[in-house]
């Protein structure tokens, strides 16, 4: 019953900017890490940024600089703030949320599409 329901993505042109959201409801307890993830078409999917339990985040190189997690923990809530978009960022953006303390669950958002045109 856990669900992670994303939001925000669309078409955009390069330069600008989207924000990306993604509200995991339902059993999920004791959050470890909640991150973003992109696939893009004949690509493998790939790691954009992640935040973890103590506030420490990480980012893909390619997105560094432009790109911000945070996380709002009362709702359980994670962003993506993508500025100065490329189109090379197209993708399908999908939420991850590792969870269940020890137990080491993991849940995915239903994926959102970004495209960024020229």
């Known amino acids: 019953q856990v669900q992670l329901v994303e939001s925000g993505g669309g078409l955009v042109q390069a330069g600008g900017s989207l924000r990306l959201s993604c509200a995991a409801s339902g059993s999920i307890f004791s959050i470890n890490a909640m991150g973003w993830y992109r696939q893009a078409p004949g690509k493998q999917r790939e790691l954009v940024a992640s935040i973890i339990s103590g506030g420490r985040t990480n980012f893909a190189d390619s997105v560094k600089g432009r790109f911000t997690i945070s996380r709002d923990s009362p709702k359980n809530t994670v962003y993506l703030q993508m500025n100065s978009l490329k189109p090379e960022d197209t993708a399908v953006y999908y939420c991850?949320?590792?969870?269940?303390?020890?137990?080491?669950?993991?849940?995915w958002g239903q994926g959102t599409q970004v495209t960024v045109s020229s």
């Open positions: 991850n949320v590792a969870w269940g303390g020890s137990y080491g669950l993991e849940s």
